[in-house]
Nanobody, 115 residues
Framework: QVQVVESGGGLVQPGGSLRLSCAASGSIFSIYTMGWYRQAPGKQRDLVADITSVGFTRYADSVKGRFTIARANAKNTVYLQMNSLKSEDTAVYYC?????????WGQGTQVTVSS
């Protein structure tokens, strides 16, 4: 069994920054991908960024140059540094762990960008 827990969401003004954290625990293999997805009201859940166990990253075009994903393998933890936040970044952000077998999702953390 695997548990995935996000933290770090909140309310921030446009142009501000937030850092999200996601910690995975349980039966985690040595090769896996962890990523962040987001879902705004009435919209589908989309990839924001993900990172493999060897450090390959990919980003949604809408966040390139503003968001950075990083991981601490020893801690099975991934971070999402979000800078220059915009109102359109408002969403529930979910962490996902992908490895051999089923995917695991966290419960989500709300990010609201508003003045």
């Amino acid at each position: 069994q695997v548990q995935v827990v996000e933290s770090g969401g909140g309310l921030v003004q446009p142009g501000g920054s937030l850092r999200l954290s996601c910690a995975a625990s349980g039966s985690i293999f040595s090769i896996y991908t962890m990523g962040w997805y987001r879902q705004a009201p009435g919209k589908q859940r989309d990839l924001v960024a993900d990172i493999t166990s060897v450090g390959f990253t990919r980003y949604a075009d809408s966040v390139k140059g503003r968001f950075t994903i990083a991981r601490a393998n020893a801690k099975n933890t991934v971070y999402l540094q979000m800078n220059s936040l915009k109102s359109e970044d408002t969403a529930v952000y979910y962490c996902r762990l992908t490895q051999s077998g089923p995917d695991y999702w966290g419960q989500g953390t709300q990010v609201t960008v508003s003045s």
